[in-house]
């Protein structure tokens, strides 16, 4: 599912929010760059995932040196895309080609908080449920458990 989404998002996003002018191809390139690069992030994760069930680690640990080193670019990305989408709704207005490109940031946004920071899908089962709907607090992502574990075995 995750896969599909790295194309399936961003031809949504042309497909809504065509850009006629410049800046709003430089906008809607660099946030569907900035989403997608996420979203394959997600795929291999849960490829990982699956794969170490089956009891081959190998992929998984790859997975982790390949988001330990993606965090940072994929930052760059997402500020990036923020200035792009800031000087198109300056110069172009708000536009479908501008709303298209906050709306991938935002994606961006949620799933770098989703890998990388907490859990915010709190659907998945059922005790998930019950901590988001008692507000006391969100649980550690996953995978960014995964990558603190990584990142101090590399010390």
């Not at 410049?22 to 699956?50: K, Q, T």
């Not at 040196?65 to 198109?88: M, N, Y």
């Not at 989703?114 to 998930?128: E, G, I, V």
Request: net charge positive; charged share 15%; hydrophobic share 60%.
């Amino acid at each position: 599912m995750e896969a599909a989404n790295v194309v399936l998002v961003p031809a949504l996003a042309v497909y809504f929010g065509w850009p006629g002018a410049f800046l709003e191809w430089i906008a809607l390139a660099v946030s569907a760059l900035a989403a997608s690069s996420l979203l394959v992030v997600g795929a291999i994760y849960w490829f990982g995932v699956s794969r170490r069930l089956r009891g081959d680690r190998s992929l998984f640990r790859r997975w982790l040196a390949v988001a330990d080193q993606a965090e940072r670019p994929i930052l760059a990305l997402i500020v990036a895309a923020a200035f792009a989408v800031a000087g198109a709704l300056v110069m172009e207005g708000w536009t479908s080609a501008v709303i298209a490109a906050l709306v991938l940031i935002v994606l961006a946004v949620l799933e770098y908080i989703n890998y990388y920071r907490w859990q915010l899908q709190h659907f998945d089962n059922w005790a998930d449920f019950r901590r988001l709907l008692s507000l006391s607090g969100l649980k550690r992502a996953h995978s960014a458990r995964e990558l603190a574990t990584y990142r101090a075995s590399l010390r």
